[in-house]
């Protein structure tokens, strides 16, 4: 498949691409496409024969779907040749990070690095079972002040059922311009009746970092992507705290998707001396590059505990395998998800673009996380029936409260730090 990689290297369109490595080709007509093709490996295909034998069994597959399925609206060549690419990436075992994302998708996956765009303001996924769900609404957000909770299914957008939906279709049907509404009918956690739910769309600015105080010592400081401005954004919230009186720090990693690699390594110098190893990356050679930490840090000296799930992943994975690895931080929490590679975008001529692992992330000490993770050092799993507790609702309890609260983890990490407060 070398070639193959090559090929989207150049950026070449996907049906020239497929064209090269068949004798497959399209005819424009006024109708849609007209699919003429041998089965026979070509002469020219820039593979083995064998590979070539293989993308003619696909095309047979192809031809005999798009000519005899029952349903004949449910043929659409472009979600056929979609689904195509993403059963092929599918194969390299990097699901959730090595993806293909039409034109539509890349363009909210780059407004999501920024941190900006018009919605309801909630991270929306579509389970394998086709069910759409809320993973997290976010704080403040027109979702959040609407009830929805991480782990509510989402049924129907504006009376059409969302079963068997893609992401980029649900996205599409509840994303739309700042004051115009959505009705979604919601089931929540734990309920068996569904309810409808009307949500006036805004601008939604994503907070990258939400912190409150604990108690007198303690800050709890939440982070929740790795976008643009998360180092500046982790450097205020850090010395805010520290004027407010924090001696100790809960960071919560908890369901943070990752991000860039360079915040990543900003907000590590926040933490870690200068010329400490952040992160090592090892390309398909076993080359490996290291990358330290900068000068400026403001929390080099508090004691800290790092909060983990596994809806850490990526750019957060490296921050706590860091953290980790320097002893820097207790570990609480569950292994992560194990999303260690280092993504090289390639736009293609329609807009759609393929984020291809190209290296891989190691920590400091040479641990993969690819398919691997971060193990916590302490592992405390939360109930299935409760939600991490953010920074807002835990300023809300008193210290009590929250050792007894249901967000177990958040609970363990407040015992560890004052365990260590009152160490002689």
Not at 13 to 23: A, C, F, G, Q, V
Request: net charge negative; aromatic share 4%; hydrophobic share 40%.
């Amino acid at each position: 498949m070398r070639t193959l990689l090559n090929l989207l290297r150049l950026q070449l369109p996907l049906w020239l691409i497929l064209m090269m490595m068949t004798s497959t080709f399209f005819l424009g007509t006024g109708g849609g496409m007209l699919l003429l093709h041998t089965v026979t490996p070509p002469t020219n295909c820039p593979e083995s024969s064998e590979v070539c034998a293989q993308f003619g069994v696909f095309w047979q597959v192809w031809d005999l779907a798009r000519n005899n399925f029952v349903d004949a609206d449910a043929v659409d060549p472009q979600r056929m040749t979609e689904g195509a690419i993403n059963g092929m990436l599918d194969t390299l075992n990097d699901r959730g990070h090595t993806r293909f994302m039409s034109a539509s998708e890349a363009q909210r996956w780059q407004e999501s690095l920024t941190g900006e765009f018009e919605g309801i303001g909630a991270y929306l996924n579509v389970r394998e079972d086709g069910q759409a769900v809320i993973v997290r609404p976010i704080e403040g957000s027109p979702a959040e002040q609407a009830g929805l909770r991480a782990g509510d299914f989402i049924l129907a957008v504006d009376g059409e059922n969302t079963q068997g939906m893609n992401i980029d279709e649900l996205v599409s049907r509840i994303r739309g311009p700042r004051g115009t509404t959505v009705e979604l009918q919601i089931l929540h956690v734990g309920e068996t009746i569904p309810v409808d739910v009307q949500i006036e769309r805004n601008n939604i600015e994503v907070p990258s970092v939400t912190w409150s105080m604990l108690s007198d010592a303690i800050a709890m400081v939440r982070l929740n992507s790795f976008v643009e401005r998360s180092s500046n954004e982790m450097q205020r919230a850090l010395e805010q705290a520290r004027q407010q009186g924090a001696r100790q720090l809960v960071l919560d990693l908890r369901n943070n998707p990752g991000g860039l690699v360079n915040e990543a390594v900003g907000i590590a110098s926040q933490f870690l001396p200068p010329n400490t190893p952040v992160l090592v990356e090892e390309d398909r050679n076993g080359q490996r590059r290291v990358t330290n930490t900068r000068s400026g840090g403001v929390a080099l000296d508090l004691p800290m505990v790092v909060l983990v799930n596994f809806g850490t992943a990526s750019s957060a994975e490296i921050l706590s395998g860091a953290l980790q690895d320097a002893e820097r931080a207790t570990i609480i929490g569950v292994p992560t998800t194990g999303t260690g590679t280092v993504l090289t975008t390639y736009t293609l001529n329609d807009g759609a673009q393929l984020l291809l692992g190209t290296s891989q992330w190691l920590t400091p000490d040479g641990r993969l996380i690819r398919q691997k993770g971060i193990e916590p050092d302490i592992e405390v799993v939360l109930p299935s029936d409760a939600q991490p507790l953010s920074p807002l609702d835990a300023a809300e309890l008193t210290l009590d409260e929250l050792l007894q609260s249901d967000d177990a983890q958040l609970a363990r990490a407040i015992k560890e730090l004052l365990a260590v407060a009152t160490t002689p």
